[in-house]
């Protein structure tokens, strides 16, 4: 059996995913792969959120893993799962809320289609990987996201704010390496500007995936300044949070 783990250093998950399978001695039986070095590879891979998790080429796990269950696997136990459709959706929509590139793609496009084409992540994140009943789950959940669009992205909107908001910050804190007062910062990254930040980072690579919406489009620009205007209103709180989380993960690959 082989298994490949795509991480990223700044990634808590991957940190205490690696953690925990050098605690219980597994971590001999995975190859570790590094997105920043491999970017290309991770893309080839469909790879959407760190750590994401290969078993003999199939992508078994995106975003969070089932550490106990993901132990007896590489015991050579066998996993099957089972799915209760109504926990699909949530499953689903959890999933793109851990990723950024998925919940910049969906928040700015509020395509569910041409996402769902992803298909090895949304059978990864929904638990539909392991489940006898793969096919017949995936379907089910497209028809729901077809006939209930916009609802479910109402009901994830705060979620995704959070999202959005705290990757904008993080990126200012790699850039700056300090906090970067806040009439600065927005006078810096004006609502223009961190429109066309947002539709870049929703899953393009250079010219590939890139969606580019004009900026006199009305319905996007106004999503996208309810984003800005949530981050602007919480700027000090994710900041905090964000220091926080870097200065753990500092300690984590210290340790």
Not at 3 to 18: A, G, K, P, S
Request: glycine share 8%.
């Amino acid at each position: 059996m082989e298994v490949e783990i795509f991480t990223h250093r700044n990634c808590t998950e991957c940190n205490l995913l690696v953690e925990y399978l050098e605690e219980k001695g597994l971590l001999g039986k995975v190859k570790l792969v590094d997105t920043e070095i491999y970017p290309f590879l991770a893309l080839e891979r469909g790879v959407i959120s760190t750590p994401s998790v290969f078993v003999d080429g199939k992508l078994i796990y995106a975003g969070k893993v089932d550490l106990d269950e993901f132990e007896e696997l590489l015991k050579g136990k066998g996993v099957t799962r089972t799915f209760n459709r109504e926990e699909l959706v949530t499953k689903l929509m959890e999933g793109i809320v851990d990723s950024f590139a998925a919940t910049a793609w969906i928040y700015v496009n509020r395509d569910f289609d041409s996402f769902l084409s992803q298909r090895d992540f949304v059978m990864a994140v929904t638990g539909l990987a392991l489940s006898e009943h793969g096919e017949e789950g995936y379907n089910y959940l497209r028809n729901v996201l077809v006939k209930d669009r916009e609802k479910i992205l109402q009901e994830w909107e705060p979620k995704m704010f959070r999202n959005i908001s705290s990757n904008f910050v993080r990126e200012i804190y790699w850039l700056y390496g300090r906090k970067v007062p806040r009439e600065e910062l927005f006078s810096r990254y004006t609502l223009e500007i961190f429109a066309h930040w947002l539709m870049v980072r929703g899953g393009a690579v250079g010219r590939v995936g890139l969606r580019i919406h004009p900026l006199s489009e009305v319905d996007t620009m106004t999503r996208i300044a309810k984003v800005y205007g949530y981050l602007m209103e919480n700027y000090d709180s994710i900041w905090e949070r964000v220091e926080k989380e870097q200065r753990s993960l500092k300690g984590i690959q210290v340790a």
